[in-house]
Structure formats: structure tokens, C-alpha cells
Nanobody
Framework: QVQLVESGGGLVQAGVSLRLSCAASGRTVNRYTMAWFRQAPGTEREFVAA????????YSADSVKGRFIISRDYSKNTAYLQMNTLKPEDMADYYC????????????????WGQGTQVTVSS
């Protein structure tokens, strides 16, 4: 079993940066694809970014590309999401997820999920 714990969310003004962390425990996740999803009230969970064991990453089509950066630290069994130039539309609960194999952008493909961390962006 893998446990994922997100941290780093908070209330910020538009234009600033935040870094979310996802700490994994229970087993090493070096061979897992780690991803971030987000969900705003009344919407479906949306894929944000993913990174595999070879540091290959993928981002959602338009909304975050160029502003968000996903990374991971094997020594800490942790994944990160650097969010720059935050916009009010980025406001959501952000979830970390892990999978061994499957379509990266599909939430149903992920086996393990964290509880989420809330990001609030004021304009």
C-alpha cells in the first residue's frame, strides 16, 4: 500500500507562486507515475500534470502548460508541483495520485490518492 500526503496549499493572491508537495510512504514510488489532479466545486476532477520514473512529464493541454512544473525527488519519495503566476481559475483542491501503469490523464487509472490540499487564489 502507498499512502500519499499533500501539503503546500493555501490562500494567495493572483500572480504569485506556490509549491505543492506529495509525500509518499508505505513503499518507494520511484517506478510509479506520479500525477496531480485538481477539482473545483461543482466540476469533475481535472488532470494537471504527471511524471514517470524516467522524469518524463506531461501537462494538461492549455490551462497550466508553461506555468506549472511537476518534479520528483527519489531520495525523498516525494513529488512536487511548482505553480507560477497563479490565476483565480487555478483555485481548486489539488490531489496527488500514483499509478504503476495506465493512461496518465485518466483519473480512473490511478491506484493511490492523497486527501488533497486546497489552493485559493484571490484576484
Amino acid at each position: 500500500q502507498v499512502q500519499l500526503v499533500e501539503s503546500g496549499g493555501g490562500l494567495v493572491q493572483a500572480g504569485v507562486s506556490l509549491r505543492l508537495s506529495c509525500a509518499a510512504s508505505g513503499r518507494t514510488v520511484n517506478r510509479y507515475t506520479m500525477a496531480w489532479f485538481r477539482q473545483a466545486p461543482g466540476t469533475e476532477r481535472e488532470f494537471v500534470a504527471a511524471i514517470n520514473g524516467n522524469y518524463i512529464s506531461e501537462y494538461s493541454a492549455d490551462s497550466v502548460k508553461g506555468r506549472f512544473i511537476i518534479s520528483r525527488d527519489y531520495s525523498k519519495n516525494t513529488a512536487y508541483l511548482q505553480m507560477n503566476t497563479l490565476k483565480p481559475e487555478d483555485m481548486a483542491d489539488y490531489y496527488c495520485a500514483a499509478q504503476y501503469a495506465g493512461t496518465w490523464s485518466r483519473a480512473a487509472a490511478y491506484t493511490y490518492w492523497g486527501q488533497g490540499t486546497q489552493v485559493t487564489v484571490s484576484s
